[in-house]
């Protein structure tokens, strides 16, 4: 791995020596960045100048500084570390910890991003072994999914109410950017589970043909690629009817998964084959087939759009992608029409 911090040129001028700072272009900055003993999950600050990478064996998060791709920082938090989510004003992360199922449910630590300190833990019981975390919109709210129950935290108190949601094993949750509802990929159902924010209670459930790993919602709301490690799916959800729209064939495992801001492909992990896939969001088909660290799992887009940071479990490590210089101004795309 290459670590790179300030680079200065030595310019000599009439027997004068100054050192003038370089600014390191990307080209010249480290693809890949070492981080802690079994990284889950990888998350980017709103304003992209942070990715925080959960880390299970030794429960902490890395810091990543963005700007030379850095580790700087490391926050002790929970047991077992899994999920990351931001409040959208960047001040805040979540971090649900999945404890031990025989000793400990769970929890869910808050860190202010400022100090680079927990400042709370959160109990979330009846849920055991929280395993995704995402926040709304307004930043009231953050829902929390693992094994048994919903669990929906006040984020100005920092208390959870459990909610029945009648599905046992969920692995991940997103919220629309409306903040409407909420979307849940439950693994033993094989399904998809609608929540209603204004009720939080179960408004539709989506059945799928494989059973669903993560999730991600477009900008736009409109879609939710949801993908399956044992299907080698990549299922396309209209958000308007609640129904399946495609289902695109992605081999190798796909697992994570990440919109692009500005809401023309979707990236995909491949845990198998060592992939990061594009699928171009317009045709549900696959655009580019990339490669890159062994075992990838989660991936995180940079604001900008340029960037994928991809966690490989196989190296305990961070891959930094170029995935592309198209504009991140988020342009429509149209919807396919509902299979009957």
């Keep these: 791995m290459r670590l790179r911090s300030g680079v200065f040129g030595v310019l000599l001028t009439a027997g004068l020596v100054s050192s003038t700072p370089v600014v390191a272009s990307a080209a010249d900055l ?25 880390n299970a064996a030794d429960r902490t998060v890395s810091v990543i500084d963005t ?24 001040r805040t992360a979540y971090v649900t910890n999945a404890g031990d199922y025989d000793t400990g449910p769970g929890s869910v630590s808050v860190i202010d991003t400022a100090t680079r300190a927990v400042v709370h833990t959160i109990a979330v019981a009846p849920l055991r072994l929280p395993q995704a975390v995402a926040v709304t919109p307004d930043g009231k709210r953050a829902y929390v999914v693992g ?13 959870a109410r459990a909610v029945d949601i009648g599905r046992t094993s ?67 959800i209209a958000t308007a009817g609640n129904y399946v729209g495609a289902a695109v064939d992605v081999p190798g495992a796909p697992f994570g998964v990440a919109a692009a801001p500005n809401g023309r492909k ?4 491949g845990h198998d084959a060592h992939t990061l896939t594009s699928i171009d969001v317009a045709t549900n088909t696959v655009a580019q087939t990339r490669r890159v660290g062994r075992h990838p799992i989660s991936v995180a887009i940079t604001p ?7 966690i490989s479990r196989a190296g305990e490590y961070v891959s930094v992608v170029h995935i592309g210089t198209e504009a991140s101004l988020y342009r429509p795309v149209r919807m396919p029409p509902r299979r009957r």
């Design 30 to 54: 480290p693809t890949s960045i070492s981080v802690g003993d079994n990284p889950i999950s990888v998350a980017i600050s709103p304003n992209g100048a942070h990715a925080y990478v959960t």
């Design 67 to 90: 700007a030379s791709r850095t580790v700087t920082g490391t926050i002790t938090v929970g047991t077992q570390p899994q999920g990351i989510a931001f409040s959208p004003d960047g």
């Design 147 to 159: 094994y048994g129950y919903l669990s929906v935290i006040d984020t100005a108190t920092n208390t």
């Design 170 to 236: 969920a692995t991940d949750v997103e919220v629309t950017p409306d903040g409407s509802r909420v979307y849940i990929a439950d693994f033993d159902s094989r399904s998809v589970v609608v929540v209603s924010t204004a009720t939080d209670s179960v408004i539709d459930t989506v059945p799928l043909g494989s059973a669903p790993n993560w999730l991600d919602i477009m900008p736009d709301g409109l879609r939710v690629y949801v993908t399956s490690l044992q299907g080698n799916k990549v299922y396309m």
């Design 266 to 269: 979707v990236h995909v992990t």
């Design 304 to 310: 900008n759009g340029a960037d994928a940071y991809v």
